[in-house]
């Protein structure tokens, strides 16, 4: 119904079921509020997590929520953010901003520290050049 009406799609995770069925009774007794709060979260995570992505450029600061993908989950950006591993700046409310670029090349790092701790140690002494 919302994307009918030019709204973005919003997705009622299963955890959230009872919350929604709940808000949608008190929404039928004229209590909208609850209802509404539900569906405004739904909006902004789906929007962090479809849209925004594919928005901007891939040097674009967004929020990390918006950059979780497949190979790593919000947790895992924010833990790379806060050792210094993932180039990252966190606003003054907290919230960390990334780029799609910063995230691929945290990734690409990685990989390349998986290749070097499956080599001998005197492989990993060699010069790389």
């Not at 919302?2 to 808000?23: C, D, F, S, T």
């Not at 929020?63 to 806060?82: C, E, G, K, N």
């Not at 700046?89 to 919230?95: A, K």
């Not at 140690?121 to 050049?129: G, M």
Request: aromatic share 4%; no cysteine.
């Amino acid at each position: 119904m919302l994307v009918r009406l030019g709204h973005p799609p919003v997705v009622i995770l299963k955890e959230q079921r009872a919350a929604y069925l709940r808000a949608m009774q008190q929404a039928d007794k004229g209590d909208v509020g609850p209802l509404g709060e539900i569906l405004a979260r739904g909006m902004i995570d789906n929007l962090n997590r479809f849209i925004i992505p594919n928005v901007p450029g891939p040097a674009k600061l967004v929020p990390i929520a918006a950059l979780v993908d497949a190979d790593l989950s919000l947790v895992a950006i924010r833990a790379a953010a806060q050792r210094g591993r993932l180039e990252a700046h966190q606003r003054s409310d907290g919230q960390w901003l990334s780029s799609r670029r910063a995230v691929d090349i945290y990734k690409e790092s990685r990989r390349q520290g998986a290749r070097l701790s499956t080599t001998s140690p005197a492989e990993r002494t060699r010069p790389l050049i």
